[in-house]
């Protein structure tokens, strides 16, 4: 009987992943997916990761010219690596919802875990899958856990497509496209036209801000139809609890607005309906409030009346497609997020420890030095009532201004506001901010060089 192997846990510090380089997708790959599904266990200083189960899909969305993401880039990093020649032949970085919890209060006092999984194109050949997390004080990433992968295993889950699939906005082959799909949760069979209605005007809202605009042809958005029980979304702090799909919930972490879920594999069985690269969830909700995990998944309320939703859609969708840190002071109840000794690795915010290596630096204007860094940053939040309007129209500099990350000393951002700040005041993302969102996409459409 063939089977997989557990590796030992190993904690040693990985090479970088742009030390690896890129590979031949039809030298190592099949058009569809591999999916390893694990739980992510432990508490606020131990980590550990179970195995579940490794499962076929019958699709593969990404592109075939890009497959090792070289920016060093997220919490986590996953590699898999061609047993054999001990090549890595794909790589991401990511992030998890329990990465986040592991910053609470409550991890420093009890133990957790949570169902996770990561998803790559279908190997030829046995493979080790190889799970890395950044250690938060020092930025560097550590070994945690490999898994052995006998391709032909016939453990291996076989998946099909059961949902029906609607195309909201197709433009072409997923290969070369940005690949999202959009799930419902709370809306209940009945209610099956209004998230018809509510995905098509998502995708129409996420490509409504530049530079995602200009890119309109480079994007696919499905909708897989996935019916609740029950119409509308948990909310705990009201002691009101609905029978969902996802079971998603409001007070995530005790955060009133933060609306999520656990179940990371309950939503990938969904998504596998499709050929994907993005999930993104619609909740049928009209209270404010949702989040976005880079690599992971994004959710909101589809239902907020006025412009908040479309702004809420294209914040949270910048966490969750080009890894963009929050640019505001406060909101959160996570510590221990970003060390003053330790350069972020978001584009979009710094520690002034290593800013010379992001692109951000070349924005900055030539003559910038120290003195130029607007340690008085943090009063220009806008929900500070003396605080000016800021738009697209004022003329704003690519500069440092202190007070980002949940933090108000020793974390800056590139503008004074920006839709990854408190976005309710502005339409726009700063110049670095939007250079990050090219960059993906054209890693996504699989050309760094292609502009359009």
Known sequence: MKSHKLIATILTVGMTIAAYGQVNFDDYFMPRTMRLDYYHAGDATHEHFFVDEVIEEPY?????????????MGNHQFRVVDKASGKVIY??????????????????????????????????????VEFYTRENATGKMHKRFA?????????????????????IHYTGNPANRVDVVIIPEGYTEAEKDKFMEAAKAFAEDILYYAPYAEYRDRFNFRAVWAPSEESGVSIPGENLWRSTT????????????????EDYQRVLDI???????????????????????FNFYGISAANIPGAATRKTYSHEFGHL???????????????????????????NITTLTNLETKAWH?????????????????????????????????????????????????????????MMN??????????????????????YVGDKNDTN
């Open 60 to 72: 593969w969305a990404g592109n075939k010219s890009y497959l090792v993401d070289e920016r060093n």
């Open 91 to 128: 790589a991401r970085g990511y992030n998890t919802l329990f990465n986040e919890w592991q910053c609470t209060p409550e991890a420093k006092v009890t133990a957790k875990a949570m169902p996770e999984g990561v998803v790559f194109p279908y190997p030829k050949n046995d493979v080790v």
């Open 147 to 167: 898994y052995e992968i006998d391709v032909d295993s016939y453990c291996i889950r076989k998946a099909r497509p059961t949902l029906s699939a609607m195309d």
């Open 246 to 261: 996802l079971d998603a919930h409001y007070y995530t972490f005790d955060s009133e607005r933060y609306q999520m879920f």
């Open 271 to 293: 998504a596998a309906n499709v050929p994907y690269e993005i999930i993104y969830v619609l909740t049928n909700s009209q209270k404010y409030g949702g989040g976005g995990i």
């Open 321 to 347: 497609f080009a890894g963009l840190a929050d640019e505001y002071v406060g909101g959160t109840e996570m510590s221990d997020l970003y060390f003053a000794n330790v350069e972020p690795w978001e584009p």
């Open 362 to 418: 070349e924005l900055l204007p030539k003559k910038f030095e120290e003195k130029d860094i607007d340690h008085k940053g943090w009063e220009l939040n806008p929900q500070n009532p003396k605080t000016p309007d800021y738009n697209e129209k004022r003329p704003w500099p690519v500069g440092v201004y202190e007070g980002g990350g949940y933090l108000q000393r020793g974390v800056y951002r590139p503008w004074p506001n920006c």
């Open 422 to 443: 408190w976005f309710h005041r502005i339409d726009v993302y700063c110049p670095v901010c939007q250079e990050a969102i090219r960059e993906t996409i054209r890693l």
